[in-house]
């Protein structure tokens, strides 16, 4: 008998006692609730959804020009003198500008030869160009290998130069400035960088460099990004939706409207005279290549992009590769923004407007809002309602801003019209990071400056797996789980659950996906696989 009172009790009290712990958890929240959650909750949905229009009203004021500038075929050449480089009998090879090719890489061995045989490839009198191979390698092999393919193609007759430094102080951004202080640059008129990943056609020079040659006010010109992995996976194919808008509309409409744009930092060509105007090459931000866009252009220079000009590279499959490149181009804008801003304001060579532009629109809106406002919104406040019955968020910022937003997002790539809501899902897990990066750069906090190399893999994948497409590895305990994605995922889920059983306005049909979303992300079940061996 004693057996089992006590076998029947001791359950009993466990039972008591985490029901008195409910108990006191209910009352609590309904203590806070109505004088401090509600009214937290309702100024924080307010404020997204002004953020929400802000991005609502930038993205139909870029549809809408993008659709001008098509209708009314504003191509380059009507916009910019373009004529072809012809010979001059008199001066003969002399006539045409002597053009520096730099291609800065960091042990690079599934691609510089790629990239080497690329630049190399270039048609341009063999007299005017100057290929300089930046190797800022710690890896000896790899180093050896870059060394022996430069002499390769320098036994061929190129003139390709082999510079490396004995640190990497500045990363690519010291990379690229030591590369210029190099005597025979000194002679060069033009420089054209390529990342290692990058193959342009042979052609590339000449739909360049006659843009320049022509039009004096011109001191950049950019070329189009085409992918050469967009359907190795689905990750892949997501950041080509991503970048596709950002090469078809953002892009031109910057080149169209104030002829200033970010500059990609590879595949474009620089008139020298301007990128030393700017002042060069500056390494404090991880985002070198627009910081100094945005100082050429508060001198004055106007910048072209060619959409119809494109560049072969490869976009990072692998998801730890893919993290790493998006804090790096989400902290340095917003720490460059922070740096800038005031500069911008005070500065008198350019017009109201273009600072209104790039202050706004550029940094403000595309670079802070855009990120910020994806996540807080969309998976914090909004699934936070589910949970507070008493505020509301209005069917037009909840559903048919964000439709619109991502439907004009979509034109970049009709082809994947089909993955537009695995697209919605992906993002919104990327923007927890590029919010979390955002925030660094703007306060300046630690992994402010962090640079880690985008991994290329070439043919590698191919190599490694006999040209099959590699299996995913089953999960095994002790292999890392991003906590991130796991605590958003969890939140997520119980938002969604609640929803579902106390709710009444269905949130949980999306809150329920996206955690899901948030689940396979924290696992690492996205991107690629490369074994080992």
Known sequence: MDRLYSTTTIPDAFQGAKDDITKQFALIWNQIKAPLIVPLLRITVVLCLI??????????????????????????????????????????NSSYPMVLVQ???????????LSIGAACGLSWPSDRIIIQVLDDSTDPTIKELVQLECQRWASKGVNIKYEVRDNRNGYKAGALKEGMKRSYVKQCD??????????????????????????????????????????????????????????????????????????????GVWRISALNEAGGWKDRTTVEDMDLAVRASLKGWKFLYLS???????????????????????????????????????NKKVSLWKKIHVIYSFFFVRK???????????????????LVPEVAVP???????????????????????????????????????????????????????????????????KAKTGGKTPKKPRFRIGDRIHLLELGVGFYLFFCGWYDFMFGKNHFFIYLFIQSFAFFVMAFGYVGTFVPNS
Request: with cysteine.
């Open 395 to 461: 069917e037009w910022g909840a559903v048919y801003i964000p439709s619109v937003i991502t439907i004009l997002n979509a034109v970049g790539t009709p082809r994947s019209l089909h993955l537009l809501v695995f697209w919605i899902l992906f993002e919104n897990v990327m923007s927890l990071h590029r919010t979390k990066a955002t925030i660094i750069g703007l306060l300046e906090a630690s992994r402010v400056n962090e640079w880690i190399v985008t991994e290329k893999l070439g043919d590698a994948l």
């Open 368 to 386: 802070v809002i855009a990120h910020i406002n994806t996540f807080v919104f969309y998976c914090i406040v909004l699934p936070a309602t589910v």
């Open 190 to 267: 033009l420089v054209a960088i390529f990342d290692a990943d990058f193959q342009p056609e042979p052609d590339f020079l000449w739909r360049t460099v006659p843009f320049l040659v022509h039009n004096p006010e011109l001191g950049l010109i950019q070329a189009r990004w085409k992918f050469v992995n967009s359907d190795e996976c689905l990750m892949t194919r997501m950041q080509e939706m991503s970048l596709d808008y950002h090469f078809t509309v953002e892009q031109e409409v910057g080149s169209s409207t104030y002829a200033f744009f970010g500059f990609n930092g590879t595949a």
């Open 51 to 92: 953020m929400s229009v802000m991005m609502f009203i930038e993205r139909v004021y870029m549809g809408i020009v993008i659709s001008l500038v098509k209708l009314f075929g504003r191509k380059p050449e009507k916009r910019y003198k373009w004529e072809p480089m012809k010979d001059d009998i008199e001066l003969g």
């Open 103 to 113: 291609i800065p890489m960091y042990n690079e061995r599934e691609v510089y030869q």
């Open 308 to 346: 119809n000009l494109k560049v072969k590279n490869e976009l990072p499959s692998t998801f730890k590769a893919y993290r790493y490149q998006q804090h790096r181009w989400s902290c340095g804008p917003a720490n460059l923004f922070r740096k800038m801003v005031l500069e911008i304001v005070r």
